[in-house]
Structures are given as C-alpha cells and as structure tokens.
C-alpha cells in the first residue's frame, strides 16, 4: 500500500473561526493506481491533495505514507519526502519565468544535492519523455501553454517520484490541449507511474481508473472506471 489514510479531519482556524475542510476521509491508494478526485468547489479536493502531497498536517487522523507516519512528522521531515518521494503539478504551471525548460526541470534536482552534469542529463530524460526534447533551451514565454504544463510535468517526474499529484493541471488550457496532456499522464501511468489528479470536470476524470467525490469533506463514492475501448 502506498497511501494509507483514516479518518482525517482538517480544521483550519481563521481567528476564533473554524473552517471544518476535511470530516474523516479514510482513503487507500495502491503503486501504479490513477485516481481522479471530484466533488464541487469547496468540498475538501485541494486540502487532501495538500496533505497527501505533505504540504500540510491533519488536525486529527492518519496517514502513512509508502510504510512512513507522515501524520506525525515535522516540517523538515515532510520537506524531505515531498523532495524524494512527491511530483506537484499545478494548475498554473509555477515556472520560474527567467530559466528554459532544462533549468526548470533540474531544480528539484539542485535541491536533492544532485551533481551538475547527471541533473542536465535527468532533465533531457525527463523533458523526452513529455515530447518536449527539442524545446529544452525555451523559456516559458516561448512556449505554449500545453507545453508549460509539459515542462512542468517532466520537472515533477525528474526526481522519480513514488506519485505525482495534480491539481487541476488541465484548468487553464483549451479542451484540445488538456487532452494532450491527459495523454501524457496516461503513458505515465503505462509506464508504471502512480498519479492522482483533481478535477471538476467528468471527460479528464474519465482518463483515470477510479473516482474518488468528495462532498462536504467525506468521500460521497469511490468507484472503479470502466473502459469502453475510449481509444
Ligand atoms: N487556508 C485556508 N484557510 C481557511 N479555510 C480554508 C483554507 N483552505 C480551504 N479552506 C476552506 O476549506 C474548505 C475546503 O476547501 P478546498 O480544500 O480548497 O476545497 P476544493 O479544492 O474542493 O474547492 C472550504 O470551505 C474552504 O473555504
Ligand atoms: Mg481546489
């Protein structure tokens, strides 16, 4: 089991307010599963993605990740896996806009204390592996927005994470461009990736093997998707 989570609950505090987002979602994920999470705006998608992603801490339950109690680690021990262990794909790509696509690629590499020439030669890997081998010395702004999402892509693929996580990554392109890019998480899973992925739309959740919904922070279903020969 690689994820293995009970009755988590996530309180957050706003001054003597409590904002209740998570109500005791108990959730386990397998190596090489691709899982879309749903449910409406609000009901808890992006703060289990922040925590299974060890961004953020539950007030109350557990959670383990790949044999580890994550739940109960401090910040730097979360640093440490999500560094190892964790790819983020986000909805907005989070490029540094200065660097071409090699360098934004290494980075998690120059984080983990990798050497220079191993980092170029991981992050050629990592971009061929996205399509994006001759787009290397682009900057973001030279590149398409399907093509940031892809650089990003290969940047939380480089460090050979156990999972990626991703949190609407198709939500600022065009119905055609997200579709391309559900096409990269797919030969990603093939290639024995673990990927969970949010969305609030049915047609990108349909490119994943089960849907967990999420409403008023508890799990609603979690069902397996049939594949009527799609392709
Ligand atoms: N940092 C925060 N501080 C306070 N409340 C938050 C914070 N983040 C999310 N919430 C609240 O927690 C609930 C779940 O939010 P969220 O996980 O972002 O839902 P979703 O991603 O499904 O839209 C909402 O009621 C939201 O307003
Ligand atoms: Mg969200």
Do not use: W
């Amino acid at each position: 089991m690689l994820i293995d989570i009970k009755k988590l609950v996530k309180i957050y505090e706003l001054g003597t307010i409590e904002v209740p987002a998570l109500n005791g979602v108990s959730l386990d994920i397998d190596h090489n599963e691709y899982v879309a999470i749903m449910g409406p705006s609000g009901s808890g998608k992006s703060t289990l993605m922040n925590i299974l992603g060890c961004l953020d801490t539950p007030t109350e339950g557990m959670y383990h990740f790949s044999g580890e109690d994550v739940s109960r680690m401090d910040d730097d021990q979360l640093a440490t896996i999500r560094n190892r262990k964790i790819g983020f794909v986000f909805q907005t790509f989070n490029l540094l806009p200065r660097a071409d696509a090699l360098h934004n690629v290494e980075l998690p590499l120059i984080y983990s204390g990798v050497p220079s020439a191993r980092r170029k030669d991981l992050a050629r890997e990592a971009l061929e592996k996205v399509g994006l081998a001759d787009r290397v010395e682009h900057k973001p702004n030279e590149l398409s927005g399907g093509q940031r999402q892809r650089v990003a892509i290969a940047r939380a693929l480089v460090n050979n994470p156990s999972i990626i996580l991703a949190d609407e990554p198709t939500g600022n392109l065009d119905t055609k461009t997200g579709e391309e890019i559900m096409e990269v998480f797919e030969k990603l899973y093939e290639q024995g990736h673990t990927i969970i992925l949010v969305t609030h739309e049915e047609h990108i959740a349909g490119h994943a093997n089960r849907i967990v919904r999420l409403r008023d922070g508890l799990i609603e279903s979690d069902e397996s998707v049939k594949k009527n020969g799609r392709h």
